[in-house]
């Protein structure tokens, strides 16, 4: 499975942002899915997955609320709808493949990483 995601860019604090990554893989709707995201100078960390009928999600405790995780498997697309901005969700945000389900959330639970996008929250 080879994944891109985009989608990112500059938003002011309080706005909305709407990442995608798209899989070339005919096998992108057996797989659970996450996003990572990598803030400057700090080790990846995990945001958020979802299973691969798309009806369970978990999230990292920082975006809960803010985030939204979504697939369409039709379109062998993964999402990320970001709302309420900070400027900590400021990061380069990656999606991946998971190994397990959607409650292992290290970074060597995935693979199959796409290259980023880059989010910047202005204040």
């Known amino acids: 499975v080879q994944l891109q995601a985009s989608g990112g860019g500059l938003v002011q604090a309080g706005g909305s942002l709407r990442l995608s990554c798209a899989s070339s893989?005919?096998?992108?709707?057996?797989?659970?899915m996450g996003w990572f995201r990598q803030a400057p100078g700090k080790e990846r960390t995990f945001v958020a997955s979802i299973n691969w009928t798309g009806d369970r999600t978990y999230y990292v405790d920082s975006v809960k609320g803010r985030f939204t995780i979504s697939r369409d498997n039709a379109r062998n697309t993964l999402y990320l709808q970001m709302n309420s901005l900070k400027p900590e969700d400021t990061a380069v945000y990656y999606c991946?493949?998971?190994?397990?389900?959607?409650?292992?959330?290290?970074?060597?639970?995935?693979?199959?990483w796409g290259q980023g996008t880059q989010v910047t929250v202005s204040s």
């Open positions: 991946a493949v998971a190994r397990g389900t959607i409650y292992n959330t290290r970074e060597s639970d995935f693979s199959s």
């Open positions: 893989g005919r096998t992108f709707s057996s797989y659970t």
